[in-house]
């Protein structure tokens, strides 16, 4: 009988009973015995692991198995998914030919330093360090790059500031288009830069230095351009600049602009009235309102059954104006003043126990007391203060209380846009959208980009510095966009667009259920941009190569796999458009 050869191998067999699936794993031996072909079982594996079966299984078939410690070891670890994401949305938006035409090394600087400043905004000279870190230097090929290549970059970027713009504002413009424009002022570090000067600070820092920066946007919150000026220079004299600049170096000869009530002074209104194809929407300071109320063109018990009216005043030749009133904020308004009457108060009455004790005395000395508490919450005007030698008493002014009162709630929208073109509904919702800018403003100062402080001592690389942190934003603002439905942002944009435009704004079902669960449809959690952008940074890119290798061994790369959640947040970013 000649001797028994063969090759050991796995069988599977599946057969259901009862509904039920059964599956048998059998090790099996297949030999020749007398020029015939036989199998002989060795051993039932069906009580192993489908993971062990597979191994075995690839092993009989010789692939040969080594600890993994053994096979490779990891030299060097990066983060890179968000890095991924940034780039994707870079190159969905076009950036590199928004930013020139024909690659140059200056353009592959700038890049780097947009993508940074969305995943981690820091100087410069942090910026040259810290993309090392990452895998930004590699992908974005500035490795090699210093401080002083940055700077040069930002001059580079500067120069070519106003062709930029205007490509985005061809993007995202188009005739009778709606602008934001909005002024806000970040705080700066040294006092070298011509800029920088005492001013209104929007950052709350008194007695530091300032600059003045201008954000135009389209209806939406895009934003398109940006102008920095002196930290002292007024809100309205920065508009008509902008007009100017949408008008002939943009090329939008239709438009409309919508600013604040600072920022669309009546001065503004003159001189925008002589310019043919500019409307606006602004709206009154408090003091205008109460005038048209003592005039009688403005009825408060018109509001009885509706919230939005439209009026019209010889004071205001040629515009439409909207009063609307929100029952909402006049409650707010109500319990705040009474709030800051009753601080006020007490302060006041800290003073004249003092006073009634003999502790403090003196015309001179009592009204230096009282000066430095009584406007401390902005209420001086409501009350009556009687100051003597030895005496101090104070009371409130309630017929002026009860005039401000009366107009809690109500603000009047003005326009020069004419009712065919937009109703009152829309010029309410459209003024409104000034939110949008202010929203760029927080992400631009504090949420992500951290445009401030402002460390440069140039003008030109302060503007250049901020012209870059726009630009960051611009890309961000897709981001977030694109990702509205893995964040808490409200992704029903149709009810928000036809929703009462006067009425306290509600967020949707879908977005107060996210934001109560904190988790979506499918059990995961809901993000922010940060903690998004710090989830997809979890994706690592590996440098490995053989264990106890030479330095000149050569390496491979292994990334992260990647999560359910990292692949749907980069399907999304790698689907922007411009």
């Not at 002022?185 to 040294?190: D, K, L, N, R």
């Not at 009584?374 to 030895?390: C, P, S």
């Not at 403003?441 to 690389?461: E, M, N, Q």
């Amino acid at each position: 009988m000649a001797a028994r050869t063969g090759t050991a191998h796995v069988v599977t067999t599946t057969r259901t009973y009862k509904d039920q699936v059964y599956r048998t794993h059998l090790l099996r031996r297949s030999y020749r015995e007398n020029g015939k072909v036989k199998n002989e079982t060795l051993g039932n594996l069906s009580h192993l692991p489908d993971e062990l079966i597979e191994i075995i299984r690839r092993s009989l078939q010789g692939e040969t198995f080594v600890p993994a410690a053994s096979a490779f070891e990891i030299t060097r670890s990066r983060p890179h998914g968000h890095v991924q994401a940034a780039g994707a949305a870079m190159a969905g938006l076009e950036m590199a030919s928004l930013l020139a035409s024909k690659p140059c090394r200056e353009r592959d600087l700038v890049l780097a330093m947009i993508a940074s400043r969305i995943a981690a905004p820091h100087t410069k000279l942090a910026t040259t360090r810290w993309w090392h870190t990452t895998t930004l230097a590699e992908d974005f090929d500035v490795a090699q790059a210093d401080e002083d290549d940055l700077y040069a970059a930002m001059d580079w970027l500067l120069a070519r500031q106003d062709r930029i713009q205007k490509k985005l504002a061809s993007r995202h413009l188009s005739a009778g288009a709606l602008v934001l424009y909005d002024l806000s002022s970040s705080y700066f570090e040294g006092s070298s830069c011509p800029l920088a000067k005492l001013g209104y600070s929007r950052d709350g820092k008194k007695g530091l230095l300032q600059v003045n920066y201008g954000l135009l946007t389209d209806a939406r919150g895009c934003p398109m351009a940006v102008s920095v000026h002196e930290g002292n220079v007024a809100d309205s004299l920065t508009l008509l600049s902008e007009v100017q600049r949408l008008r002939e170096d943009f090329g939008v000869q239709q438009l409309v602009m919508v600013g604040d009530r600072g920022m669309i002074s009546s001065k503004a209104i003159e001189e925008l009235r002589e310019t043919e194809g500019v409307g606006w929407i602004s709206a009154l300071k408090s003091v205008s309102i109460r005038a048209l109320l003592e005039q009688g063109h403005l009825q408060l018990g018109l509001f009885d059954e509706r919230n939005l009216l439209e009026l019209s005043s010889p004071d205001y030749p040629g515009e439409r104006l909207v009063a609307c009133r929100n029952p909402e904020l006049a409650r707010l308004r109500t319990h705040k003043r009474e709030e800051l009457l009753a601080a006020t108060e007490a302060n006041l009455q800290r003073i004249k126990a003092r006073v009634d004790a003999g502790k403090l005395a003196g015309k001179d000395e009592i009204g230096l007391r009282v000066g430095k508490v009584v406007n401390q919450y902005k209420v001086a005007k409501h009350f009556e203060l009687t100051i003597g030698e030895h005496a101090f008493t104070f009371a409130r002014k309630h017929e002026a209380i009860a005039a401000e009162a009366a107009l809690d709630g109500i603000y009047i929208i003005r326009t020069s846009v004419s009712a065919a073109q937009m109703d009152s509904a829309d010029c309410v919702r459209n003024y409104k959208s000034l939110a949008n800018v202010e929203r760029a403003f927080r992400s631009l100062k504090t949420i992500d980009l951290k445009v401030r402080p402002i460390h440069h001592r140039t003008a030109d690389r302060v503007r250049a510095h901020i012209f870059l942190c726009m630009l960051a934003y611009y890309v961000e603002w897709h981001m977030r966009e694109a990702w509205r439905e893995l964040m808490f942002a409200d992704t029903d944009q149709i009810a928000k667009a036809t929703r009462d435009p006067v009425a306290p704004a509600t967020r949707s079902k879908t977005a107060l259920t996210k934001a109560a669960r904190h988790t979506l449809d499918d059990g995961t959690p809901v993000h922010s941009f940060s903690t998004l952008m710090a989830e997809l940074a979890t994706i690592v890119r590996n440098t490995c190569r053989t264990p106890q290798a030479g330095p000149e061994a050569p390496t491979f790369e292994l990334l992260t796999n990647a999560q359910p959640l990292h692949l749907r947040a980069l399907a999304l970013v790698q689907n922007i458009k411009p």
